[in-house]
């Protein structure tokens, strides 16, 4: 099984974060193809960088349709996953879907910690579209650049840990989800730490991409 994860953004240290995360977390059998967007915005912040970055990860969708037999779109705002999934028969899902199906497994309800404030209703959009309102409880930003995760030594993981500890305090939910693809690297260290689900979202799509190419 070949699964292509592509980064709209045009950060390749994300992208390498994101393949290690999928590789880590997938089956024996199954490849990970792990793709930089060539025209995106070197990050997404919001609905304007969002639409900027559709063309390029479509391009990338119609270029590798017939080499792959699966696609995650592994930006968290799940960018263009409804016009992708128009462009092949292949299965294609976005890790904020899989993630939010993950965290609510066994009727769990949950908060999701992003990064900047401007991402909230986008997510939050989402949410309602899949039908999982009920299951999420908050959407909570930590005013963390996208960016700023890419950068070793900044104050980003600390931030986004405080954040984490108020929604625990304030929220009470039986899990949280990540809601960047550039937190791939911490759900299991923050697991630990607080003692509860953290759910990243390339790993959940893994799972949910694995599970639907078998079937």
């Given at each position: 099984?070949?699964?292509?994860?592509?980064?709209?953004?045009?950060?390749?240290?994300?992208?390498?974060?994101?393949?290690?995360?999928?590789r880590a977390?997938?089956?024996?059998?199954?490849e990970?193809?792990?793709?930089?967007?060539?025209?995106?915005?070197?990050?997404?912040?919001?609905?304007?960088?969002?639409e900027?970055?559709?063309p390029?990860?479509?391009?990338l969708?119609?270029?590798?349709?017939?080499a792959?037999?699966?696609?995650?779109?592994?930006?968290?705002?799940d960018?263009?996953?409804?016009?992708?999934?128009r462009?092949?028969h292949?299965p294609?899902?976005?890790?904020?879907?899989a993630?939010?199906l993950?965290a609510?497994?066994?009727g769990?309800?949950?908060c999701?910690?992003?990064?900047?404030?401007?991402?909230?209703?986008?997510?939050?959009e989402?949410?309602?579209?899949y039908?999982?309102?009920?299951?999420?409880?908050?959407?909570?930003?930590?005013?963390?650049?996208?960016?700023?995760?890419?950068?070793?030594?900044?104050?980003?993981?600390?931030?986004?840990?405080?954040?984490?500890?108020?929604?625990?305090a304030?929220?009470r939910?039986d899990?949280?989800?990540?809601?960047?693809?550039?937190?791939?690297?911490?759900?299991?260290a923050?697991?630990?730490?607080?003692?509860?689900?953290?759910?990243?979202?390339?790993?959940?799509?893994?799972?949910?991409?694995?599970g639907?190419?078998r079937?």
């Amino acid at each position: 099984m070949r699964l292509c994860f592509i980064n709209p953004n045009s950060t390749a240290s994300m992208t390498d974060k994101i393949a290690a995360a999928a590789r880590a977390a997938a089956a024996p059998d199954t490849e990970i193809v792990a793709l930089t967007s060539r025209t995106g915005p070197a990050s997404i912040q919001g609905p304007e960088d969002g639409e900027a970055a559709v063309p390029g990860l479509l391009a990338l969708v119609a270029e590798h349709a017939d080499a792959v037999d699966g696609f995650a779109i592994a930006c968290f705002d799940d960018t263009g996953l409804f016009e992708a999934r128009r462009l092949t028969h292949k299965p294609v899902v976005g890790i904020g879907e899989a993630a939010f199906l993950e965290a609510r497994t066994g009727g769990r309800r949950f908060c999701v910690v992003t990064t900047l404030s401007v991402s909230i209703p986008v997510i939050q959009e989402n949410i309602e579209t899949y039908g999982l309102a009920a299951d999420c409880i908050k959407v909570r930003a930590s005013e963390v650049p996208v960016l700023a995760l890419e950068r070793e030594g900044s104050a980003a993981r600390e931030t986004v840990a405080e954040e984490i500890a108020q929604a625990l305090a304030e929220d009470r939910p039986d899990a949280i989800v990540l809601g960047c693809a550039g937190m791939a690297d911490l759900a299991q260290a923050y697991a630990a730490r607080f003692g509860l689900p953290v759910v990243d979202g390339v790993v959940a799509a893994v799972r949910l991409l694995e599970g639907r190419v078998r079937a």
